[in-house]
């Protein structure tokens, strides 16, 4: 993607009054993009956190700006929250001045398998995936199914490729549920890759509680050992547990690159008229 000096980038998390780990992945990301120069300004803004989404607009100096939501699914956040905060009309909105263009959140992105298989690659190095069952946690509800379509959407296409001796998609909160992980994985070793952007309340806590990992909840992941523990010898399987795929460096390009897909479909769009 070619630099962007004139414009600027906003990357927006939920973040954590709680949860000290919630907010660093996009903080992280937000300085490796900084330092590569794709943006003139980059800036974080949160919903639980600060700089909050009604204050950073007033911290941006350059008048181009792309919003990307460093979120794992479309959703309320991104569908209602994100635009109702920041006042946006649409993909674009002219607002005080500023051409603001909202992205996709880069959980949406095609590449979003790419870094599975990867994160799930480095977690158990050595050994064969066509002995391995993997699993992909979502969150899961029944109020919200939007993370659990995008959880099943890359398990499909992990699938398709045949690299792991089985794929599943499975949630902590509707069926198949994690806790059961043991009842229909049949393979000896199983990875085990949180669908989640941070290492957070989910995957510190309560999806080790529910893998059998741990028997009660404990403190921050940044202040655990548990990501590098591996592996696991759990209910006759050896288990390789992999930290949020939010906190893999590449998401930093899935960033960049939603920008640039977003520049595509607005040329696609203005040609077309």
Not at 62 to 68: A, K, L
Request: hydrophobic share 40%; proline share 6%.
């Amino acid at each position: 993607m070619s630099s962007k000096p004139d414009s600027a980038l906003i990357i927006v998390g939920h973040g954590s009054t709680v949860n000290p780990d919630s907010s660093a992945p996009t903080f992280d990301h937000a300085e490796v993009i900084l330092q590569s120069g794709a943006f003139g300004e980059v800036h974080c803004a949160f919903w639980k956190e600060e700089p909050s989404l009604r204050q950073v607009l007033h911290m941006v100096d350059r008048d181009d700006v792309y919003i990307v939501p460093n979120f794992i699914s479309e959703g309320y956040f991104t569908r209602t929250v994100i635009p109702r905060e920041l006042e946006l009309e649409g993909p674009v909105t002219q607002k005080n001045g500023k051409h603001l263009k909202y992205c996709e959140p880069v959980g949406n992105h095609e590449r979003m398998g790419e870094l599975l298989l990867k994160r799930a690659s480095e977690v158990a190095p050595g050994v064969d995936p066509a002995d391995c069952s993997l699993l992909i946690v979502g969150h899961g509800t029944n109020l919200n199914d939007n993370s659990a379509f995008a959880a099943k959407r890359e398990v499909d296409r992990i699938r398709e490729l045949g690299i792991y001796g089985e794929v599943f998609n499975t949630y902590m909160e509707e069926a198949p549920l994690i806790n059961e992980w043991d009842s229909y994985t049949t393979r000896p070793n199983v990875v085990v890759v949180p669908f989640f952007i941070a290492d957070g309340l989910h995957s510190y806590q309560d999806i080790p509680v529910l893998l059998g990992i741990e028997q009660e909840t404990g403190t921050a992941a940044s202040q655990r050992e548990i990501f590098r523990q591996n592996p696991y010898v759990l209910r006759g399987r050896t288990l390789y547990y992999a930290s949020a795929i939010g906190t893999e460096p590449a998401f930093a390009e899935l960033i960049l690159a939603q920008t640039a897909l977003f520049d595509a479909q607005t040329s696609t769009h203005t040609a077309s008229v």
